[in-house]
């Protein structure tokens, strides 16, 4: 069952209130800025301010009741219908999901230009990590968080952006060792070196909290190493469900505020890179869920293949392969129907 969820744990309508007032301030900061700059200004990128502005104000995020009976499946697939000018990154947004998650479900599609009208699909159902359900749980592959409150038989999940290619974040079983809000960064001297060599941009010893600092506003710093890697927010706006990152977890600012306030110092996080899930249902229907694998540092990427216990299932039911080996290669990141209750 989908839930709402507001940014501060109070009651829907409050929230409502409280998001209108945030939209009518950025709204008028958006008027003077326009008048400011006067004919310069396109009244197109007026709109998409505008657009931006609502959607960031008014998305609710998910929560899911978790199930019961045995089974690994939470959420429900949605369907969105194009409207003008909407971008795959608009979109994400509206339903606070990862870019690249909304781009796998819907291939072929043009992120940037999306026909006017056509359906999407919106990626909110998934088969649950094969791991206890407890704390924070990440899985790289599928560039998304999962948080499991204390005592709740919930679920909340959001979309990250993680490590690049040659900065890869590890697999991890770790503890939240420090909240800091407002955090300072301080970039060590292979990111100075990077930022001046490529962007030719020389950052300073220390980034003060701020506008222009990357982490955002909340940091959450892991016990991983020696603490160098934290689960943060961001000052962009873009880089969620992507590979952008240093190495650290980079949340929506409102998505890092709402775990901010809801987890405890030594919570468990435990970071996995699992492109592929699997559940045999309580009704014996069997689903899977391929992502794309990461290409990991120095180009290595592994390659999906059928897993072994699934092939000898298959087999002991005398049932074809044909849909299971489709969606490994498909790699639509939503879970697919392989074999119906009918079976036994």
């Known amino acids: 069952m989908l839930k709402e969820r507001d940014d501060f744990g109070r009651p829907f309508f409050v929230a409502v209130v409280i998001r209108i007032v945030n939209f009518l301030s950025e709204f008028a900061i958006l008027v003077r800025r326009m008048s400011k700059e006067g004919s310069d200004v396109q009244f197109k990128q007026f709109i998409f301010g505008l657009g931006a502005l609502c959607v960031s104000q008014f998305t609710v995020s998910a929560e899911f009741s978790l199930p019961v009976d045995g089974s690994l499946l939470v959420g429900k697939l949605q369907t969105h219908q194009v409207k003008q000018g909407e971008t795959f990154a608009l979109i994400a947004k509206e339903y606070d999901i990862g870019f690249l998650a909304l781009m796998a479900a819907n291939k072929g599609v043009d992120p940037f230009l999306p026909e006017e009208g056509a359906f999407l699909t919106i990626p909110t159902q998934f088969i649950l990590p094969d791991v206890p359900r407890t704390g924070i749980v990440i899985n790289l592959s599928e560039l998304r968080l999962y948080y499991f409150p204390p005592n709740t038989q919930t679920v909340h999940v959001f979309p990250v952006g993680i490590g690049r290619v040659g900065r890869d974040t590890p697999e991890m079983h770790s503890r939240i060792s420090q909240k800091i809000p407002n955090p300072t960064w301080t970039p060590p001297k292979s990111i100075r070196e990077e930022y001046l060599n490529d962007k030719g941009v020389e950052l300073p ?20 190493g020696q603490g160098q890697y934290l689960i ?5 706006d873009f880089g969620i469900g992507l590979r952008v990152s240093s190495g650290c977890i980079r949340m929506e600012p409102k998505d890092i505020k709402w775990l901010f306030n809801e987890v405890r110092k030594g919570e468990s996080v435990r970071i996995i890179n699992t492109p592929l899930k699997l559940t045999l249902e309580p009704d014996r229907s069997v689903y899977i869920e391929a992502h794309e694998p990461l290409t990991r540092h120095k180009g290595v990427k592994t390659e999906l293949e059928m ?5 000898w299932w298959l087999s002991e039911y005398e049932l074809p392969d044909a849909r299971a080996q489709a969606a490994i290669r498909v790699q639509a990141g939503v879970p697919i129907e392989i074999a119906h209750p009918a079976y036994d």
């Not at 600092?213 to 016990?223: E, I, Y």
């Not at 897993?307 to 092939?311: A, D, F, G, Q, Y």
């Open 307 to 311: 897993p072994i216990e699934l092939s």
């Open 205 to 224: 010893a220390i980034v003060p909290a701020g506008p222009d600092n990357p982490l955002g506003d909340f940091a959450l710093r892991l016990s991983y």
């Open 232 to 236: 943060h927010g961001t000052n962009k």
